[in-house]
């Protein structure tokens, strides 16, 4: 499975961004989904997951309300819509799929997804 994540970028605080995550094969499929991200100096940490009949979705506590997860089946893809970006959102944000079929009593911990993308930086300026 290859996961290739996009969309980061530069914005300012309150700003908007759409990230994408393109999954290769049909590994794709019945998998939960995840947003993990990384800031300079930290450990990585849950953001947002969704399983994959899209009526689950999971939230860190601190993007609930400004970010939305989606995915679209037909075409492999993951989503990440992010407004009103705060400089504390600037990180690596990183793609993954979950490690077992079906959905995850654990879905914000790294170690249910086994397949990472590369990361896509986003930086919120103040």
Known sequence: VQLQASGGGLV???????????????TFN??????FRQAAGNEREFVAAINWSNNLKYYKDSVKGRFTISRDN????VYLEMNSLKPEDTAV???ARGRNRGTSSRPDESDEYDYW??????????
């Not at 300012?12 to 049909?26: K, M, P």
Request: glycine share 16%; aromatic share 14%.
């Open 117 to 126: 993308g590369q990361g896509t930086q986003v930086t919120v300026s103040s």
């Open 30 to 35: 019945y998998y939960i989904m995840g947003w």
């Open 93 to 95: 944000y990183f793609c």
């Open 74 to 77: 037909a075409k492999n893809m």
């Open 12 to 26: 300012q605080t309150g700003g908007s961004l759409r990230l994408s995550c393109s999954a290769s094969g049909r």
